[in-house]
């Protein structure tokens, strides 16, 4: 692809299904001050659909990708969700449940320069619920499929393992990013095209701290050589990202930005580096899209609210270094 032209640069781009079964409603602010005991006056104030693949979905839609999402939705905050879903033009398949939508929250505070992000444990599915979101990720056609985020109460540890079997069975892309025992028993499933911790969820994985690059690389390569997923990319913070493929490990610095919000932020990365994939981009394409949709994402409030325009300028900033 070249760096002049947009993410998507073939006639009729793959079509890409996310999986989202704990979506939330993300409430984000700023305030001068959080302190204890008092209130805290808030300004600046976003609201965004949330949860992994609904992370994804929505920056594959800004980056003219061809996705459909595939959520868990309940009570009166799940009506609200799929309305802001609908009003940002993402297309939809709702797995109706019975537990509320939950409502996530992520305050700035402006003078410690900190970002609180609370996080709700969301609602519990039964089985019946669970079984009738296997059935849409069944039924819906596409050539690639995400699963992204965190499991509800009530869903099985091998929950995404069981989406990679129906993938399999469809001849699709299985691409996941998710933690603790749901990603690893994911890995053990093996056969995804693409895996997405971040540093601390591959140091989870290991059981150890993985501090020198080396270790990194030789962890992220060996799950590629156990044929546990084709591509491993770790999110590495400040210190970038790196990608793993039978070929070796490719890295990549972060860019400087400034944080307004890093909320959202590997689900802008994932998104962006499974959409290069998709359209026939190299791995070094994908590593490049995946490192400036990042960036993108954490200087924007809120969640993920970025622009392609944007991404498009940082992928070509990264793209002029050698």
Known sequence: ????????SVPMPPRIITLTLNPA????????????????????????????????ARVLQELGGDVIAIVATGGATGRVFEEMLDEARVRRRSVPVTGQTRVSLNVQDLKRGLE????PQGPTLTFAEFEACLAAVDMEPGEWLIASGSLPHGVPDDAYAKVAR????????????????????ALAQGGCE????SLGELEHLVGRELKDPREQNREAMALVRQGAARMVAVTLGADGALLATEGGVLRVPAMDEAMHSSVGAGDAFLAAATLALACGGTPANAL?????????????????????ADVEARYRALCSHP
């Open 1 to 8: 692809m070249s760096v002049a032209n947009p993410l998507v």
């Open 25 to 56: 409603l993300d409430l984000a602010a700023e305030a001068d001050e959080v302190v204890p005991t008092h209130k805290i006056r808030m300004h600046h104030e976003h609201a965004d659909p949330g949860g992994g693949g609904v992370n994804v």
């Open 116 to 119: 609180y992000r609370f996080v």
């Open 166 to 185: 129906i993938a399999a069975r469809k001849g699709q892309r299985f691409v996941v990013d998710t933690s603790g025992a749901a990603l690893a028993v």
């Open 194 to 197: 693409l895996v997405k911790p």
């Open 288 to 308: 490049d899209w995946g490192t400036a949709a990042g960036a993108a994402a954490i200087a924007c409030a809120g969640t993920a609210r970025l622009r392609r």
